[in-house]
């Protein structure tokens, strides 16, 4: 990308893409070589930071912007931003309108306040989702993360299903993403298991709209809702005429990997 750009300020990218189930798994070695080039690394992390592996420090991540909602487990509401000294000195130089003014925030935080009103309650709410993972740990809660997925991406194969993408290594450890079935419409499935089993899972978009469906694997999760949300997706499947003899192996090689060391 470098050799057909010229003057290339900076690279955005995201780490876990929700829509796909994709993570970026070699993240810091674009960076060295973004930086090499003299180009600033912007990365969004709304749906991977607490919940995967992501050292903005010591992969010079110059700016890296996350949400409330997502692995932090708070309300939506709230978002973060990392930022390293060559991304204020850059940002200082540019003019900005009332939103999204980052120099006015810094401004303010030196002094423990924001430019405007914040939500006091949210405020709270963040508190609490990040004293919880205080408690358990980051890098536990990483690991809890990952094997959950492992759980699912088990199960999942073990019920003849395709994981998209199907390398392991780019597969998202937060957002667990199917292909569905052929003769088996995602809307219907997604439908199913709300209705009959409660369990909220999600189609494909744009593109990918009726050919997959995405399973939620962040924040809280635990076996509990790995197993229920496996056992949802045996059964509905069962239900719309697809692998009615495989009712049981998903769940079972899911609780393989939950109860192992």
């Known amino acids: 990308a470098f050799a057909r750009e010229r003057n290339v300020k900076a690279i955005l990218i995201i780490h876990n893409e929700t829509s796909t189930g994709v993570l970026v798994r070699d993240l810091a070695e674009i960076s060295r070589i973004a930086h090499d080039h003299d180009a600033l690394v912007i990365v969004d992390a709304i749906s991977s930071l607490g919940g995967v592996e992501l050292l903005t420090d010591k992969w010079s991540i110059d700016a890296c912007v996350t949400g409330s909602q997502k692995c932090i487990a708070a309300p939506p509401g709230l978002a973060f931003v990392s930022v390293s000294e060559r991304f204020i000195e850059e940002a200082k130089r540019v003019n900005r309108g009332v939103y999204f003014n980052l120099k006015a925030y810094l401004e303010y935080m030196e002094r423990g306040q924001?430019?405007?009103?914040?939500?006091?309650?949210?405020?709270?709410?963040?508190?609490?989702?990040?004293?919880?993972?205080?408690?358990?740990?980051?890098?536990?809660?990483?690991?809890?993360?990952?094997?959950?997925?492992?759980?699912?991406?088990?199960?999942?194969?073990?019920?003849?299903l395709e994981p998209y993408p199907f390398e392991y290594e780019y597969r998202s450890k937060t957002v667990i993403a199917v292909k569905t079935p052929k003769n088996?419409?995602?809307?219907?499935?997604?439908?199913?298991?709300?209705?009959?089993?409660?369990v909220v899972v999600s189609g494909g978009q744009g593109k990918l709209r009726g050919s997959i469906f995405r399973i939620g694997c962040m924040g809280n999760v635990s076996a509990y809702e790995v197993l229920a949300t496996v056992n949802a997706l045996e059964s509905s499947l069962a239900y719309l005429g697809y692998g009615v003899e495989k009712v049981g192996v998903g769940l079972a090689e899911a609780g393989k990997v939950l109860w192992s060391s």
């Open 114 to 160: 924001t430019p405007y009103t914040p939500s006091i309650p949210l405020l709270y709410a963040l508190s609490e989702a990040l004293k919880m993972i205080r408690e358990e740990g980051l890098e536990a809660r990483i690991a809890r993360h990952r094997k959950c997925a492992k759980a699912f991406y088990r199960a999942i194969e073990a019920l003849d």
């Open 184 to 198: 088996i419409d995602s809307e219907e499935l997604v439908k199913t298991m709300r209705l009959k089993h409660s």
